[in-house]
């Protein structure tokens, strides 16, 4: 279409009323503040899990003051049973995946910065937008209410396998009622995710400024839109995966559960499903989920060194080409979740070698950004330190990926620490230190305020070292087979190194603590921060060109007309070293080039 | 405090590889016939991986080091060769990475998934259930008696549902909750899920293979050196996972028929 033909009308009326404004609002800008916020209460409720999870392992007679109060049955006397370990593991695991890795990187800050980095007004289906938050609201309050039901949480993990999670209340405390709200949650959550994708890519394709062609968009911009290009196929699967699972348990159906099996001494009235159709669906999204939470994270990244280094990447185009080989690839890889699961060992082989083959461009994006910093004028601050922060983490979580890669060494490390030192780091630690530099960088644009930098900075030592201790003795404690979903190490060969347990439980410790400060320097900063100014950063692309916090429909009356791509920094520009994306002046080079 | 980030990502490098290079955390010693072929492909897989890690975590910490802090105004520079050796060299040194590792390592896959158990082979059955092994060898007449899920009856330790009322080859089957193999005796192990899934995991046997229920699975392996080895779960099976353990007992040959002759007797 023609660009910008669009931008001609208002997308809709400037708000009215309390609720119009702050709740049920149409605004880009507030669903993405409030996808933000939802991820915020999720990764601190799921932080607490964890830290819960990590104390009951290594002191398991530990009273936990006011746990009794949310499970008497749980938790008898503040002191954690094996089943309700499960049943924390598996909140904690669904938490961190669905609510925060795919809120915060990709619904919060794509909500609020892809409409005014391509120049619109606001998304394409603004009604759409706030349903998909509320749409999502309403799954996290359905998941949540499992804490506070009688049955407790579920307790099969966040991969929830059949036939455990599809036969009800004879597989265990949290598996009847438990369940099927995580079940049913999960389903809801799909449409919200389903709802935002379609946006994100109707918005990109659609609502772009006069010359904002597509080489011309923000790296992040392009995470954004390749990344709801990947949700709306992965989420299209989960849903009907999890209708199924429903069905399953409450219609009498048997897509997952086979017949002839025993369970709690009852014959259960199955027949004819297969446990491995669940596998199959749910890793046809798991896997592709693991790029929807780290590819937003890569643009970002990409976004802020741009910034920080004064200078472009050696290519952006290799970049982009290189993020949509990753989510080509990641439909193909699911099966390397599933190389012990029974399936034909011939087809191990056939996902190996695609999951390998994905090292190729993440290889190629590391030596991008590692290369893109020689020559480099790097400003240090609080969003350059978590995205530099990022590169680490992201190799170090990415080569330990090679091992798995491989099925005969999966057969020793499948199902140990290695495989939880693994995605933590790079699923989501690294995906967090996405979020965490993105923070950094666009708190000022959406608040008016600059965050505390000596704060940020602290929380970065904290968390960047804290990271490393905490995940790579996972690495070192796979080695030796130490199996993960274990709520204690009775094992005899555990005895010598259940020191390595309880260091990286007080190192989890510390580092929760650390997120606190990132809390405080967020409230703090929102009501006391310094006022920031338009371009706190001297950046170049349109989020920069307009007020802090931006007025309700972004540019005002204006329509931005975009003459460069966002890459004009070391060059001799009106405002100093750098060129935005909508001023008409020609780029003269810097001397020395 | 780029310089500062520098050392930090130095001794972060150096750190993570030195508990890998003096094998702190060393892997449980191998007692099967396959396990070496495992162990050099992980062996190698650590050698690349590794370098890779510690080369990129140095070069990001020279570069920090290099380019922080820098004068105002101090002239920009580009990577000689700029995206084009970048592209080259993700694709030479992983292309040749996953030809070397994943190719040629999967004769170690081949020979625990693709080779068929040799004629001779042991056959026993294995069954998984919350939170319990259980193993049947088919006696003296070499059958195993078929299995009724609806006469499984534990308090009558009848784990596997066998009839042998009316069902001859289940007469004199024998059920264990320890799998006894022969040292040096290649042994095809039958997979059987009672109720969910779960997974049978020995790490010294370097084998890990999932039970699913409504599939019929086998693995084959030779166990090479006497002794007494943890059998885990590790798929979670419910809330007694963790604890869901049994012991693989290695003996002799002339011990094993021993065995088998005590257990047929009782």
């Known amino acids: ?593 | 405090m780029g310089k500062l980030l520098a050392v930090v990502l130095v001794i972060i490098a150096l750190a993570s590889a030195y508990p890998i290079v003096t094998h702190m955390f060393p892997l449980p010693e191998d007692i099967s016939t396959h396990g070496h072929a495992i162990d050099e492909q992980l062996n190698d897989t650590m050698w690349e991986a590794g370098i890779s890690f510690v080369a990129a975590q140095l070069v990001l910490a020279f570069f920090v080091w290099s380019f922080t802090g820098r004068k105002e105004g101090s002239p920009l520079k580009n990577f000689p060769g700029g995206a084009r050796v970048m592209v080259l060299g993700a694709f030479l040194l992983v292309g040749t990475e996953i030809l070397a590792l994943g190719v040629l390592g999967q004769k170690a896959w081949a020979t625990v998934y693709f080779a068929p158990s040799k004629p001779g082979a042991i056959q026993i059955q294995a069954q998984a259930e919350q939170f319990a092994f259980y193993f049947r060898y088919p006696g003296a007449d070499g059958k195993f008696g078929a299995v009724h899920p609806d006469k499984i009856d534990e308090g009558n330790q009848n784990y596997f549902g066998l009839d042998p009322a009316n069902d001859v080859d289940a007469r004199d089957d024998i059920v264990s909750g320890e799998l006894v193999v022969p040292v040096d005796h290649e042994v095809q192990l039958l997979m059987h899920a009672k109720d969910v899934g779960h997974s049978f995991y020995v790490r010294e046997l370097r084998i890990q293979q999932d039970f699913v229920p409504g599939l019929d699975l086998s693995v084959h392996f030779t166990a090479t050196k006497i002794g007494r080895y943890e059998i885990v779960c590790t798929q979670l099976c419910g809330l007694g996972h963790y604890n869901m353990k049994a012991y693989l007992n290695v003996v002799s040959e002339a011990d094993y028929e021993k065995w088998l002759k005590d257990q047929a007797a009782q």
């Open chain 1, 1 to 593: 279409m023609e660009e910008g033909s669009v931008q001609q009308a208002h997308v809709h009326a400037p708000p009215e009323g309390f609720l119009r404004k702050h709740v049920f609002s149409l605004d880009h800008k507030v669903i993405g503040k409030q996808y933000y916020g939802l991820a915020l209460v999720a990764v601190f409720t799921g932080m607490i899990l964890s830290w819960l999870m990590r104390i009951h392992m290594v002191w398991p007679t530990a009273k936990i003051p006011l746990l009794e109060h949310l499970s008497s049955a749980g938790a008898p006397g503040g002191v954690i049973t094996p089943e309700y370990y499960l049943s924390l593991m598996t909140m904690h695991g669904t938490l961190m995946v669905f609510f925060v890795l795919t809120n915060a990187p990709f619904a919060a800050f794509g909500n609020y910065f892809l409409p005014i980095q391509i120049g619109a007004e606001d998304m394409a289906f603004p009604r759409f937008n706030m349903m998909s938050f509320w749409v999502t609201f309403t799954a996290w309050v359905v998941l949540m209410l499992a804490f506070f039901i009688p049955d407790g949480p579920p307790i099969s993990g966040w991969t929830s396998y059949a036939p455990l999670s599809a036969v009800g209340k004879d597989a265990g405390p949290g598996m009847q009622y438990g369940m099927s709200l995580w079940g049913l949650s999960i389903a809801i959550f799909c449409i919200g995710s389903l709802l935002g994708a379609l946006n994100f890519i109707a918005t990109t394709l659609d609502l772009r400024a006069k010359g904002m062609t597509l080489m011309r968009m923000p790296l992040c911009t392009w995470a954004w839109f390749i990344t709801s290009c990947i949700a709306l196929l992965a989420f299209a699967v989960l849903l009907p995966a999890c209708i199924l699972l429903i069905l399953d348990r409450h219609a009498g159906t048997s897509f997952y559960v086979p017949g002839g099996l025993v369970i709690s001494d009852r014959l259960q009235p199955h027949s004819g499903g297969s446990p491995l159709l669940w596998q199959h669906l749910f890793w046809f999204f798991g896997h592709p989920e693991v790029y929807i939470a780290i590819l937003p994270s890569m643009g970002i990244v990409s976004h802020i060194l741009v910034n920080s280094m004064r200078k472009p990447l050696l290519s952006s185009k290799v970049v982009i080409y290189s993020m949509m080989s990753i989510g080509f690839l990641s439909y193909m890889v699911w099966g390397h979740h599933m190389f012990l699961s029974g399936m034909n060992p011939i087809s191990a082989l056939a996902f190996s070698f695609p999951t390998l083959t994905i090292t190729i461009p993440a290889t190629v994006l590391t030596l991008i950004w590692l290369g893109s910093l020689y020559g480099a004028n790097i400003q240090i601050n609080s969003a350059s330190l978590f995205a530099l922060g990022f590169i680490s983490m992201f190799v170090a979580g990415g080569v330990s990926g090679f091992f798995l890669a491989q099925p005969s060494i999966d057969i020793y490390l499948h199902a140990t620490y290695f495989v939880v030192g693994h995605f933590h780091m790079v699923m989501g630690v690294a995906s967090l230190f996405g979020v965490f530099a993105g923070t950094y960088f666009w708190f000022p644009k959406m608040s008016g305020r600059m965050m505390s930098e000596p704060l940020g900075k602290l929380h970065f030592w904290i968390t960047f070292i804290g990271t490393y201790c905490i995940f790579m003795p996972f690495h070192y404690l796979g080695l030796i087979g130490n199996v993960r979903r274990y709520q204690s190490f009775v094992d005899d060969f555990m005895a010598p190194y259940l020191g390595v347990h309880k260091f990286v439980t007080v190192v989890a410790l510390i580092t929760g603590a650390a997120q606190f400060l990132f809390l405080y320097n967020l409230i703090y900063s929102r009501f006391k921060g310094k006022p920031a100014p338009d371009n706190p950063w001297n950046a170049t692309t349109l989020e920069w060109s307009i007020p802090s916090p931006p007025p309700w429909n972004n540019f005002g009356d204006r329509h931005p007309i975009v003459y460069h791509d966002p890459f004009q920094y070391g060059v001799k520009g009106s405002k100093g070293d750098y060129v935005m994306q909508d001023s008409p002046e020609q780029v003269v080079p810097a001397s020395g080039d």
